[in-house]
C-alpha cells in the first residue's frame, strides 16, 4: 500500500511514529560514540552488560517481538545471533548465559551496527508500508520496543560505569566539562502527604508498562515526605558519624552484606588517602571522571540497605511507593526526576487485579515480581521524554551500581 494513500491523520501517526523510531535509536548510538570498540565489548560483573549487547539486544528485540510476527518479507540479519542476543524470553528461544556476554568478541562490533541498520529499515519500511490492520497490530509493540530500547541506554551508561570503576586508571566517559559543584544544599523541609483513599497506577493516557496496571485504590495513613533527595553531604555525616560500623541502624541482611563486601560508603566514592587518589577529602567517580565530592547533590549509587540504614540514623524511614506517587502531584516537591532513582519501603509485587501482557511480552516484567524492591522517579542518566509519576523500576535490595538514592519520609504529620 502507499502511505500518500491513507487519511491525513494516519500519515500523520505513522510519521510521528517513524521519527521517534528513528530518534530513539540514534541516541543508543550517540551514547556509544564516546566509547572505543574495547570498551563497548567489556562486561565487567555478571549483572552488567557490555554496550556492543545493548545495541546488538535492543535490535534483537525489535526483530523477534515486531517484525518476525508483522514483517512479512523480514528476514533475519543473522538467524544464528537470536542465540547470542536473547536476554530473558523463554518463549523466543535459547540465550547465550548472562555472566557469559563479554565473551563476545564476535560478532564485531561493525557488524553489529550492520545488523541494527537492517532492523532499522525492516521497522521504518513495516511503519511506511504496513495495511491498516497490520500497522494498528504492530504500533504499540513498535513504541514498547521504543521504550524497552530508553531503558538499555540508562544500562549503557550505568554499566560502561562500573566498567570504568574497574579500570586503576579511572577514565571518564563523558569528555565535555562537567557541571559545577553547587555551594550548598537547599533546606529540607517536610511536605504533609496525601491520606486515606488515593488512586495509584498508570491513569491510562499514554504508554505504560503492564506492571504500573491496573490503576487502584489504596489507603494511606498520616504522613510527612522531604521534599528534596538526601545530599551527599548528609551521607558524610552519617558515614562519619559510624553509620557503617553500627549494626543496630542495618536490616539484618544489609549488615551482612556489609561485612560481606567490606562496604563503607557509597559505590564510587574514594576515601580521602585512597592510593587511587591524591586528596584529603572524599571524592567521587561519576561519568565526568573522579571529583571532589559535591556536598549539595544528591547522594547516588547506594543500595536499598544503604538508605534503609541512613533513614533509621536520622530517625525517619523510606515512603512506600503509594506514598512516593501520591505525594508526587503536591506543589513543592523537588527532585522528583532527572537526579536519582529513589528506593522505597515496598516490595515488587502485581498491584491488584494485575495481569501480564499476552504472548512472549508478559514475561517483560511479571516474572520478576519476587525478591526485589521498587524504586520510583528517574535518574540522570534516564532518557528525555521516558520518566512518568507511575513508572515502577525495581532491583535486588544489594544493588547499587543504578543511580540509586533516597528520599526521606516519616509517620503522622509531627516533626
Not at 564476535?106 to 553489529?112: D, G, K, M, S, T
Not at 552484606?257 to 586528596?279: H, L, M, T
Not at 536519582?340 to 516474572?367: C, H, L, V
Not at 526485589?372 to 521516558?386: E, N, Y
Request: proline letters at 8%; a negative charge.
Amino acid at each position: 500500500m502507499s502511505v500518500h494513500s491513507l487519511p491525513a491523520p494516519a500519515r500523520d501517526a505513522r510519521a510521528q511514529l517513524a521519527a521517534r523510531h528513528a530518534q530513539v535509536r540514534a541516541h543508543s548510538l550517540a551514547l556509544a560514540a564516546p566509547l572505543s570498540a574495547e570498551d563497548q565489548c567489556v562486561q565487567s560483573m555478571p549483572d552488567a552488560s557490555p554496550t556492543k549487547w545493548h545495541l546488538a539486544h535492543t535490535s534483537w528485540f525489535f526483530e523477534a517481538v515486531v517484525l518476525a510476527a508483522h514483517g512479512s518479507a523480514y528476514r533475519p540479519f543473522d538467524a544464528r545471533w537470536g542465540h547470542l542476543f536473547n536476554s530473558y524470553y523463554e518463549s523466543l528461544g535459547s540465550r547465550h548465559p548472562r555472566p557469559q556476554r563479554g565473551l563476545l568478541t564476535r560478532p564485531a562490533l561493525a557488524e553489529v551496527h550492520a545488523y541494527r541498520a537492517h532492523v532499522d529499515e525492516a521497522v521504518q519500511e513495516l511503519i511506511a508500508s504496513a495495511d491498516a490492520a497490520a500497522f494498528g497490530a504492530a504500533q504499540p509493540l513498535i513504541e514498547l520496543g521504543l521504550q524497552h530500547e530508553q531503558q538499555h541506554q540508562e544500562l549503557i551508561l550505568t554499566d560502561i560505569l562500573h566498567a570504568l570503576w574497574c579500570n586503576p586508571l579511572l577514565p571518564s566517559y563523558a569528555a565535555h566539562e562537567a557541571p559545577a559543584l553547587r555551594l550548598a544544599p537547599s533546606p529540607l523541609r517536610w511536605v504533609d502527604g496525601p491520606e486515606g483513599a488515593v488512586a495509584i497506577g498508570h491513569p491510562g493516557e499514554g504508554f505504560a508498562f503492564d506492571n504500573e496496571t491496573p490503576r487502584h485504590r489504596h489507603w494511606l495513613q498520616p504522613y510527612r515526605i522531604a521534599d528534596r533527595l538526601v545530599t551527599c553531604g548528609e551521607f558524610a555525616e552519617f558515614i562519619a558519624d559510624g553509620g557503617y560500623r553500627t549494626p543496630s541502624l542495618w536490616l539484618s541482611d544489609g549488615w551482612a552484606q556489609v561485612q560481606a563486601q567490606q562496604w563503607n560508603a557509597p559505590q564510587y566514592w574514594i576515601a580521602p588517602r585512597d592510593p587511587r587518589a591524591d586528596a584529603t577529602h572524599w571524592q567521587v567517580f561519576g561519568l565526568h571522571g573522579l571529583r571532589p565530592l559535591d556536598a549539595a547533590a544528591p547522594v547516588s549509587h547506594v543500595s536499598f540497605y544503604e538508605a534503609a540504614a541512613y533513614a533509621e540514623w536520622a530517625g525517619a524511614r523510606l515512603p512506600t511507593e503509594a506514598e512516593w506517587e501520591a505525594a508526587a502531584a503536591l506543589p513543592g516537591l523537588r527532585e522528583l526526576h532527572g537526579h536519582a532513582w529513589q528506593w522505597t519501603r515496598s516490595s515488587y509485587d502485581p498491584y491488584p487485579g494485575y495481569r501480564p501482557w499476552s504472548g512472549a511480552i508478559g514475561e517483560y516484567n511479571g516474572k520478576f515480581m519476587v525478591g526485589q524492591v521498587v524504586l520510583r522517579g528517574s535518574s540522570l542518566a534516564t532518557p528525555a521524554g521516558h520518566a512518568r509519576d507511575s513508572y515502577r523500576n525495581f532491583f535486588p535490595p544489594g544493588a547499587r551500581w543504578q543511580f540509586s538514592g533516597l528520599r526521606l519520609a516519616k509517620d503522622g504529620h509531627d516533626d
